[in-house]
């Protein structure tokens, strides 16, 4: 039989509050914990490709097209029959390639993406920083690369036309530390295109005397 003190007792009892407390709490304070990782992680690689895009768009404007320079001639394909310092037509053309259009010349998208040292690791020095230096997870796989005839220049221009560069990047996603073991349904953050434009300038990789 329970005496009615021992039931008084049993319920002013506050023994073990404290950790009872805590497991009620722990859970709230450990998903808040994880969100704040998980938040960092991702701006940080955010920031991280958006630096990469920047640093791709300003390598290619003295690189050569990584279209090859075929396609990327396709700029003047309508240059014929205009006389020789005449301005350049105004009609909207442009050439891509990269993820989701054609193939890029791989040696020329490597000099983007790894600065022409062959590697993703920053070496110091001289060498030039290419887009995986400042964000190793992106890939050829992952940037697009399109010309645009800007209207800039004249027909017959000697370094071939003027055009507008614009990088982006296409199929990289974010996959989260934890947040998805913990949240049902939730796999991976896309990253967006971020696209970066600039005009070119020799688009010409050759330091003096090309072969």
């Known amino acids: 039989m329970v005496r009615r003190g021992s039931r008084q007792c049993f319920a002013a009892d506050e023994r073990g509050l404290s950790l009872t407390e805590a497991l ?27 630096k990469a895009v920047q640093i791709g768009a300003r ?19 309508d240059h014929a029959g205009i006389p020789e310092g005449d301005p350049t037509p105004a009609g909207l053309v442009s050439v891509s390639c990269g993820a989701g259009t ?21 070496s110091g020095g001289l060498s030039m920083m290419g887009m995986c230096d400042v964000a190793p997870f992106i890939g050829p796989e992952n940037v697009r690369v399109t010309y645009y005839r800007s209207g800039l220049g ?30 049902p349904g939730l ?12 005009t070119s300038e020799d ?3 050759c330091r003096d005397t090309c072969p």
């Open 59 to 77: 390598l290619a404007a003295v690189s050569s097209p990584v279209t090859g320079d075929t396609a990327y001639l396709a700029l003047t394909a």
């Open 102 to 122: 054609t193939a890029c010349d791989s040696a020329r998208l490597a000099r983007l993406l790894d600065g022409g040292d062959g590697s993703c690791q920053p």
């Open 203 to 205: 688009v010409n990789d």
């Open 24 to 50: 009620l709490v722990m859970p709230i304070v450990l998903l808040v914990l994880v969100a704040m990782i998980e938040f960092g992680t991702a701006v940080f690689q955010w920031n991280q490709a958006t």
């Open 154 to 183: 004249y027909v017959g221009r000697p370094f071939g036309p003027v055009s507008t560069i614009t990088v982006e990047l296409r199929n990289l996603t974010f996959d989260f530390l934890i947040a998805d073991e913990l949240i």
């Open 187 to 198: 796999s991976s953050l896309t990253i967006p295109a971020q696209p970066v434009s600039i």
